[in-house]
């Protein structure tokens, strides 16, 4: 079923039918202040910190219409008659009550009418604020005055803290308490001199307040829920709460025209009452809330611009123009934290999710992915490796590491993963790209427990000291406490396949660098590490496959003899991201994945899923149910990488189907099997031999954003920047006669028109910069002019 559609130029999600078969949400605000708002405006917000920061109550495993949200609330005092601004919580019959969400570039409009009552509802949160507003307008579209209470309400928390709000009641319920205070409602906390400030405000700017509500259980009355509040039936009574549960509720009596609207402008936030009431007196008349809105589509417009494609496929530019950039922004943002999944307890950053997510914005907005790059090399060790989670309060020079025990105790990280400062290599490889940026190379920047400063390139060169060092006897890098797949849990003593191609990568990327620097005595080490790990990778080769890992007790993961798991994605993708071995191979492996692994909504991590054999005590993965999550689910970040890999083979038919099968838009006409938004990505897909295969989950804050963005962008699109100029390379499905794309690329707009006459599916025959045919593949940035015409021709 269908349940909304795309609308790219005005860049929004609209969703049409509001009972989407889960909440589909958009993020909005800042890492000051983030907002998540679903197409029924349930969510939270919070203050910096989804777990530590919260403003707003979040009901987690539940339905919209179950989870506290930003409601307004609309009664027909003729007849008290009541319904909500947005569907749920009410949930009128969709007959009557038609509603519209416009998800966009941070911002959600919900359009509803109900018995000719408009309601126009926007949520923002203004950029560099720490308060959201919600603007909305009533209007009657009758031809009969209609007299009507408009009541604004939400949930505060009772302590920011998301465990002890949820679960440690006997504390959180009797610290704060609520008061009228002019037109806030105002929730304070005793310990004001605390460690956080717990002070809260809901309040209405641009209308008299005729009622107000600070009680929860007043608000809704005994047993019922926020789908009939006594308060809404009854008019709100004006209690406050005291060592209870508290909300913001504002009641307003209007009377409206025919064709007469009026605008509530509510504001909320995590603030002092002296702050509330400043910020309260600014929305007085509506032209703040109106610059404010209009302010951040053009900051999105601008961070959207960098790349524009007109493909023959209208759900590859929804997903390459607007929805996955966004999605890689969000994930940039927010790191792998706050959604309606997951409640953001992980205080500080993952470092391959860092890493990995910064790929997803380098082609939009290279400056900001060095500030992330640099804070990132200051997250790596003295040793080489990465710190598995850096803190939010990271003290770069002066930090702890898992070889101390105060660092696991505070994070809960016992020890390196071998996969972690790899990621550096594609990362930086493609920052250079983009940029041009050599230089960056020489840049001093501190390891996280070392407080001298060395160059990237010292710190590259440490990266591959640090996986050298952490070799086993099969000639392979060392898992340590994880790779990629974090619940592998082969055991101490395992060696991966997967670390053995982000070594190869890393060897051939840093090996360039070293030329350059003419470091001679180092490119004779690199050599030596090549055949090292090469003599692991021959031994891993089965004839038709690589093997994942070796365990920690020799058994191989991953092999013909394996009773379960024995053809695994990764290590075959990876070959070729890496370019090792020959092409035959490569094309052999990957013909395996096709086979054994692919299925109508992606290819599976590796197949049999684990459950019966015997598993090593730590093997996480087999906790899992079959064709879930990293047990042989669509494990929807390799969906990235295979397609880089299909495209780097040149097969555009392939790349395109897989990319078709993960893409999210592909499924907007069935969204009822995906369930997620057709909007995002999600972080898994169950498998065929899931009786709900095709279901995908954990939405929005997930890696396949920039593995999948990069497999488009660099894969198919074939866009290929290097240190001096840009390769283009398309790998595209050979029905398309071509596209065309405006990149905007050091500076400089680019115009770039890509011609498949004999519908070849990769191959570049000829190049023409401005109207004259160009000599190589790479076209040189000096020869590159602002507002260049570029033309490939596929044949
Ligand atoms: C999750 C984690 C990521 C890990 C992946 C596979 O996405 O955030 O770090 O690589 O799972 O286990």
Known sequence: MKYGYFDDKNKEYVVTSPNTPSPWVNYLGTPLYGAIISNNATGYSFKESGAKGRVIRHKFNSMSNDAPGRYIYIKDLADNDYWSSSW????????????????????????????????????????????????????????????????????????????????????????????????????????????????????????????????????????????NPEGIEKGLGGQTNFNG??????????????????????????????????????????????????????????????????????????????????????????????????????????????????????????????????????????KGAGLPLVKFTHNA??????????????????AYRSDDALWLFPTIKKYIGETGDTAFLDEKIVYANQNTPVT???????????????????????????????????????????????????????????????????????????????????TAFEGDRYIRAYRADGKKLGSKDSVEASFWLNPQTWSVISNYGDEQTRIKVMDGVFEKLNTPYGAKLFDIPYGKEDI???????????YTKENASIFCQTQG??????????????????????NPAEYNERAELRTLEPYVFGQFTEATGSPFAGRSHVHWLTGTASTVMVGAVEGILGLRPEADGLVINPSIPGEWDGFKMKKIFRGKTLFIEVKNPEHKQSGVSKIFLNGKQYPAALIQDSDLTDNAQIEIILG
């Open 88 to 227: 749920a919580p009410v949930c009128k019959p969709t007959e009557q009550f038609k509603s519209e969400c416009h998800h966009g570039m941070g911002y959600t409009t919900i359009v509803s009418v109900y018995k000719n009552i408009k309601t126009e509802t926007t949520y923002f949160v203004p950029t560099g604020e720490t308060y959201e507003v919600w603007k909305c307008t009533v209007t009657n579209l009758g031809d009969t005055a209609r007299d009507l209470s408009v009541t604004g309400c939400c949930s505060f928390v009772n302590h920011s803290s998301f465990i002890d709000d949820q679960v440690d009641l006997q504390c959180s319920l009797f610290l704060t308490s609520t008061a009228l205070i002019e037109n806030i409602v105002y929730q304070t906390h005793r310990l004001e001199r605390g460690v956080a400030p717990m002070e809260r405000f809901f309040s209405l700017a641009d209308a008299k307040v005729d009622a107000f509500c600070g009680d929860r259980d007043s608000f809704l009355g005994l047993y019922r829920g926020y789908q």
């Open 245 to 382: 549960n508290s909300v913001g509720a504002i009641q307003s009596n209007i009377t409206l025209k025919p064709q007469e609207s009026k605008t509530f402008t509510y504001l909320l936030g995590q603030e002092s009452l002296k702050n509330a009431k400043t910020i309260t007196a600014k929305y007085k008349d509506g032209a703040l809330a109106n610059e404010q809105l209009q302010d951040i589509k053009s900051q999105w417009n601008e961070k959207l611009d960098s790349l524009e494609v007109e493909t023959p496929d209208k759900n590859f530019n929804s997903m390459i123009n607007v929805w996955n950039a966004y999605n890689c922004y969000m994930t940039f943002t927010w790191s792998r934290a706050a959604s309606l999944i997951y409640c953001g307890l992980r205080n500080g950053y993952g470092y391959r999710d860092t890493v990995q997510d910064i790929q997803g914005i380098i082609h939009l907005n290279p400056a900001l992915a060095k500030e992330k790059i640099r804070f990132m090399l200051s997250a790596q060790t003295a």
């Open 397 to 414: 020079g002066f930090e702890n590491t898992p070889d101390e025990d105060d660092y696991i105790k505070e994070t809960g990280h016992p």
């Open 456 to 538: 990237v390139y010292d710190h590259l060169k440490k990266a591959i000291e640090f996986t050298l060092n952490n070799f086993g006897d099969h000639s392979l890098p060392l898992q340590l406490h994880a790779d990629w797949n974090d619940s592998l849990g082969a055991g101490a003593g395992a060696e991966s396949v997967f670390v053995a191609f982000q070594l190869v990568l890393a060897l051939d990327i840093i090996s360039k660098y070293a030329a350059a620097k003419n470091d001679t005595e180092y490119l004779k080490e690199l050599d030596k590490a090549y055949k090292k790990v090469s003599a692991g990778l021959n």
């Open 616 to 626: 090593p005590g730590k093997m996480g993965m087999s906790y899992y149910n079959d």
């Open 641 to 662: 990488w295979l397609i880089l890999a299909e495209a780097l083979l040149g097969r555009g038919d392939r790349a395109y189907k897989y990319w078709k099968e993960i």
